[in-house]
């Protein structure tokens, strides 16, 4: 059982650090295995849309670990009614926060008229706001990118974080490119645009009551920290997946919390009971391994690790003992490094 946070930590600006909400991975199982590493990190589901959080299965789509706190619902959607009723959804179920996805460039989402295509709608997002803001008392919270195709950067941004304060929303996580809806692919969205990581700096300058959260192409917890010079949160999407144990650090660097991180073995042992009641209740074993691949990256031994559960996590009967088995192939962490606190994290 994770234990709670010591209260002396409790006072940090909850976004200071978070993981993004990434489609296909962080489900709530990897979700449940950064928690191991990072008690402090703000985690994401990945957006769910209003149609599959009003009508799919919750318990497949929705259910979390108590421990996965603190939370948010990415959703998906530009209806303000079907927004504010989702809103309502996630509040009862205990999520921490409901972030509405302006910034996703997928063809889904510009063909349900929702995610980057409402950076053009800011009186729609408004009100969708203003609706979900009045069903809850969670916050409700927007990810956006700086505009999207021929839209001018600094007016889209700065109108559309203008507008949508006005209607009650008081943090902004922003992807700091354009999303190019007619031309790149999703995947090219997340590299081409250049990064104005400038732009968001000037939005916090000009927006000082506001909360600003900055994402995109941070590598390391050293570039995210030198961000907090001019914004007031970091965000980590693809460096954190790849490399998970970098979270190891942040509950010390971004949170003042002393508590020494586990290494990666601990972090595997912990790990242990929650694929054993996952296995019990037919989960595949292969839908939790795959979130594992990089827990000893830049480690002796990470290959080995990574064949092992790639070859055999698959297998219909796989259970806790081919990730015992992987683990055993890499070499520990170094210990002292972990206790006296270090600076990078491999």
Not at 227 to 241: C, E, I, K
């Amino acid at each position: 059982m994770l234990s709670p946070m010591p209260p002396e930590t409790r006072d940090f600006n909850p976004w200071r650090f978070s993981v993004a909400p990434m489609m296909d991975w962080t489900d709530r199982h990897d979700r449940f295995f950064l928690r191991l590493i990072s008690r402090r990190a703000r985690l994401y589901t990945e957006m769910l849309t209003t149609g599959a959080i009003r009508f799919g299965d919750r318990r497949r789509l929705l259910a979390y670990d108590p421990a996965e706190q603190p939370l948010g619902l990415q959703v998906g959607g530009s209806q303000p009614a079907e927004l504010a009723e989702c809103a309502r959804i996630a509040e009862s179920l205990g999520y921490s926060e409901v972030n509405l996805n302006c910034g996703c460039p997928s063809e889904r989402v510009q063909a349900g008229r929702f995610g980057a295509r409402l950076m053009a709608e800011p009186d729609l997002v408004a009100r969708s706001v203003a609706a979900m803001a009045a069903a809850v008392a969670i916050p409700v919270t927007i990810k956006s990118r700086i505009a999207i195709d021929d839209l001018e950067p600094w007016p889209t941004l700065s109108g559309f974080v203008a507008r949508i304060a006005d209607a009650g929303c008081r943090t902004f996580i922003v992807h700091a490119r354009k999303a190019w809806l007619d031309g790149l692919s999703p995947k090219e969205n997340r590299d081409v645009p250049p990064l104005d990581y400038a732009m968001v700096h000037r939005l916090k300058a000009e927006c000082p009551g506001l909360t600003i959260v900055i994402n995109g192409g941070l590598a390391n917890l050293d570039a995210a920290e030198g961000q907090l010079r001019h914004v007031d949160g970091v965000m980590l999407g693809r460096a954190a997946y790849g490399n998970p144990y970098l979270l190891a650090e942040v509950d010390r660097r971004f949170f003042a919390d002393p508590t020494t991180p586990p290494s990666r073995h601990q972090v595997i042992e912990r790990l242990i009971p929650y694929v054993e009641r996952e296995r019990r209740l037919g989960t595949p074993l292969k839908h939790i391994a795959r979130h594992l691949l990089g827990l000893f990256q830049g480690r002796p031994g990470a290959r080995l690790f990574r064949r092992h559960l790639a070859e055999n996590a698959h297998l219909s009967d796989a259970g806790v003992e081919v990730v015992r088995q992987a683990a055993e192939l890499a070499a520990p962490d170094d210990i002292a490094m972990i206790n006296h606190g270090f600076r990078s994290v491999a």
